[in-house]
T-cell receptor
Framework: AQSVAQPEDQVNVAEGNPLTVKCTYSVSGNPYLFWYVQYPNRGLQFLLKYITGDNLVKGSYGFEAEFNKSQTSFHLKKPSALVSDSALYFCAVRDGGTYKYIFGTGTRLKVLA | NAGVTQTPKFRVLKTGQSMTLLCAQDMNHEYMYWYRQDPGMGLRLIHYSVGEGTTAKGEVPDGYNVSRLKKQNFLLGLESAAPSQTSVYFC??????????????FGPGTRLLVL
C-alpha cells in the first residue's frame, strides 16, 4: 500500500536560514509526489510536484524539493526562510492504481524573526 | 473563477442532528473529494467521486454519505452527528483526465463542532 511519512511534527528555523521539511514515501510503482501548504484557516494550496525527470523540482514561493529514489524521500527545501513561510506543510503521494491521494500528517513550520 | 467553495464555513450541531455540507467547483473538474482534517492525523479521505452520478468510499466513510447529482456539486451528509465527527472538512477537486500527476484544488474548509 502507498504511504507517506512526515517524521517531524514541527520545524523551527530562523528567518534567512535555509529550511528543510522532510517526507519519505512508500509506493509500489512510479512515485507521483506533491507538496501542499496550508495557512491558518485556509484550504491547502499546491506548491510543487514530482512526476519524472530532474530530481530537483522548483515550485511556488521559492520552494523546491529534492527527489531521492534510493532513500525514497522527497524533502521540501528553501534557501532562505521568511516569516511568512510559517504554515502547515503536507506531503502527498498519488495512488496510481486508484484516484486517491495519500497525505502525510503534516509538519508545522515556524520561521522565527 | 471562484474555484472550490464550501458551505457553510462553520456549524455547531448537537449529537444526533443531521446536516449537509455543500461543495461547489466552477472549473469543470471530473473528480471531487471530501477529506477531514484532525490534529496529528493529517487529511483523511472520506468519500470521492470520479464523475457525475458516481461515488466511492475513502479511508473513513462510516457515518457519512455523499451525492454527486451535478458535476459541479459534491454533497457530504451526516445523518446522525456524533462528537467524533467534530473536525474540519475540506473539499477538493481535480481535472480527472486520468493523469496521475494532476494536482488537487481545495476549498477553504468547513469547521464542524458536534456537542
Amino acid at each position: 500500500a502507498q504511504s507517506v511519512a512526515q517524521p517531524e511534527d514541527q520545524v523551527n528555523v530562523a528567518e534567512g536560514n535555509p529550511l528543510t521539511v522532510k517526507c519519505t514515501y512508500s509506493v509500489s510503482g512510479n512515485p507521483y509526489l506533491f507538496w501542499y501548504v496550508q495557512y491558518p484557516n485556509r484550504g491547502l494550496q499546491f506548491l510543487l510536484k514530482y512526476i519524472t525527470g530532474d530530481n530537483l523540482v522548483k515550485g511556488s514561493y521559492g520552494f523546491e524539493a529534492e527527489f531521492n529514489k534510493s532513500q525514497t524521500s522527497f524533502h521540501l527545501k528553501k534557501p532562505s526562510a521568511l516569516v511568512s513561510d510559517s504554515a502547515l506543510y503536507f506531503c502527498a503521494v498519488r495512488d496510481g492504481g486508484t484516484y486517491k491521494y495519500i497525505f502525510g500528517t503534516g509538519t508545522r513550520l515556524k520561521v522565527l524573526a | 473563477n471562484a474555484g472550490v467553495t464550501q458551505t457553510p464555513k462553520f456549524r455547531v450541531l448537537k449529537t444526533g442532528q443531521s446536516m449537509t455540507l455543500l461543495c461547489a467547483q466552477d472549473m469543470n473538474h471530473e473528480y471531487m473529494y471530501w477529506y477531514r482534517q484532525d490534529p496529528g492525523m493529517g487529511l483523511r479521505l472520506i468519500h470521492y467521486s470520479v464523475g457525475e452520478g458516481t461515488t466511492a468510499k475513502g479511508e473513513v466513510p462510516d457515518g457519512y454519505n455523499v451525492s454527486r447529482l451535478k458535476k459541479q456539486n459534491f454533497l457530504l451528509g451526516l445523518e446522525s452527528a456524533a462528537p467524533s465527527q467534530t473536525s474540519v472538512y475540506f473539499c477538493a477537486s481535480s481535472p480527472g483526465q486520468s493523469r496521475v500527476w494532476e494536482t488537487q484544488y481545495f476549498g477553504p474548509g468547513t469547521r464542524l463542532l458536534v456537542l
